[in-house]
């Protein structure tokens, strides 16, 4: 059984400066709840309930967000205004939250080698609080992949087709398709040119790992943008053994930029939102 999940968020946010000189991009609302907390929610639905985050200098106010306010609680307590915390409070009943430091910043694999001492020796998800994935009345993204770890017992990634302008943004992914979605992994770069991508198969912010993701990402150099890739370790685990791509149902929306950003929501605020 997964019951663990990592939330690498130790990033600065420079697409969104000034908003975030002094807070993290994560706590940045869509409509009336932070990003990072439709991550941990959508963890929390697929039974990853130990969430823990790799963060960094200027991110307090996450750990802050998933532990008792006691002088709100206080303030408002009896009143009507209760209701408004009323999400949060089920996160926080249902979630365990520990938190690490990454202090250098040298990628994604980094995070999740400082991660380490968080997970131990389970297999667990990852989720980038950045991408945004919003299923409607289906399960989530990461429960939908926990069904296929449960299958496969190796590694996944969470893909979905981009169009070519897009293929550079991303990791990208070639394999043997298994059946409808679902893929073999054979080969996987990250932020290819056009001319060198394999697919335009782009791997999203949802992953399921095995623990031997650690010994690899040891062991793996810098690679694009001189820095230690998720994606370089993952294609060492498809050549060793076996990595499974699966394009999900569902929409994603890319919050790490301005426009992604407002279409979540505006997609949020017609879609989802429920004024209480
Ligand atoms: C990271 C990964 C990349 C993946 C992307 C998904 O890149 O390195 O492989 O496609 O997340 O959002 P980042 O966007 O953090 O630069």
């Known amino acids: ?136 009345d289906d399960e989530g993204v990461l429960a939908q992949m926990v069904r296929l770890y449960n299958q496969f017992r190796c590694s996944i990634v969470a893909i979905q087709e981009v169009p070519d302008d897009q293929v550079s943004k991303f990791g990208i992914i070639a394999g043997e398709k298994m059946k409808e979605g679902l893929y073999q992994v054979s080969d996987m770069v990250e932020k290819p040119d056009i001319a060198d991508a394999p697919s335009n198969l782009a791997i999203i912010g949802r992953y399921i790992l095995t623990p031997d993701i650690f010994d690899v990402l040891e062991n793996t150099p810098p690679g694009k943008n001189g820095e230690v890739q998720l994606t370089d370790a993952l294609l060492t685990q498809a050549q060793n053994g076996c990595v499974m791509a699966y394009k999900f149902k569902g929409q994603r929306f890319d919050c790490g930029s301005v426009e992604g950003f407002v279409d979540a929501t505006n997609y949020v605020y017609n879609n989802v939102y429920k004024p209480v």
């Not at 006691?70 to 915390?85: N, V």
């Open 1 to 136: 059984m997964i019951k663990k999940c990592l939330f690498p968020v130790a990033g600065y946010g420079t697409r969104f400066l000034p908003a975030t000189k002094s807070m993290p991009k994560e706590m940045l609302p869509i409509v009336n709840k932070p990003l990072v907390q439709y991550g941990v929610e959508e963890s929390l639905e697929a039974g990853l309930t130990e969430v823990g985050f790799v963060t960094g200098r200027g991110k307090r106010a996450i750990a802050d967000h998933f532990d008792v306010n006691y002088e709100l609680e206080s303030e408002i307590k009896g009143s009507s205004k209760e209701q408004y915390l009323s999400s949060i409070r089920e996160v926080m009943e249902k979630g365990k939250f520990s938190f690490t430091r990454q202090t250098e910043m040298r990628g994604l694999g980094d995070a999740i080698l400082n991660g380490k001492r968080l997970i131990g020796d389970d297999p667990f998800g990852v989720v980038l609080s950045d991408d945004l994935c919003l299923t409607g």
